[in-house]
């Protein structure tokens, strides 16, 4: 997994200057700042976990201004900050002290789970920085939003699947509840993005 990890990283100082600056547009000085949070408020509406959703987003509220792309761009960027965060921590438990055989083989089949949706999440942000230029055909940008949309969707599902592994009461344990918080909380966040993602893909399809 750590040449896959390196790759990402390597992936995320190509991404993450989206979390300081707009890559589609500049909010106007005239705008009142609360009409960004307002949006992202709107906007988080439309996701399942519309608390966590604004909890994510409002920080950069200035800078997605009213821009449905860089909303759904900022969205992914967040999510694949957090996925790779709980997925290093995730790697650690393999070395963890009086870890059990089933436990170490669970918590092993996880990290491949999430380093595979980190990929899909990663794949995801270059082809909306795609979406996001000038030029592109209606047919080209219809079939590029598909595309994130069928690689968050996949991501979302390699984390749920990390989970399958500690299925059963035999599972249970400070391995598995540590795990799940973390888990769960990224599913939650990515599931918010793919959202996100949708409704700016919907808008465009209409």
Not at 62 to 72: F, G, R, T, V, Y
Not at 146 to 172: H, I, P, Q, R, Y
Request: glycine share 4%; with cysteine.
């Amino acid at each position: 997994m750590e040449p896959k990890l390196t790759h990402l990283c390597y992936c995320l100082l190509l991404f993450l200057p989206l979390l300081s600056q707009s890559a589609i547009a500049k909010p106007s000085s005239s705008t009142n700042p609360n009409n960004h949070i307002n949006f992202i408020v709107s906007s988080c509406r439309t996701t399942r976990y519309p608390k966590l959703c604004i909890k994510c987003l409002a920080a950069f509220a200035s800078k997605i201004c009213h821009n449905e792309n860089q909303l759904a761009r900022t969205a992914l960027a967040v999510t694949l900050v957090r996925v790779r965060s709980t997925t290093g921590y995730v790697a650690k438990l393999t070395k963890a002290r009086r870890i059990k055989r089933r436990e170490y083989l669970a918590v092993k089949d996880c990290v491949e789970n999430l380093g595979d949706g980190l990929g899909m999440l990663a794949q995801s942000m270059r082809e909306m920085k795609q979406v996001g230029r000038s030029g592109r055909s209606r047919d080209e940008f219809l079939w590029r939003l598909s595309n994130v949309e069928t690689w968050v969707s996949a991501a979302l599902t390699d984390e749920t699947t990390c989970l399958d592994g500690f299925d059963g009461k035999v599972m249970d344990g400070v391995v598995k509840s540590a795990i799940r918080r973390r888990v769960v909380h990224v599913a939650r966040v990515t599931s918010n993005a793919l959202a996100l993602v949708n409704r700016f893909a919907a808008r465009h399809k209409s």
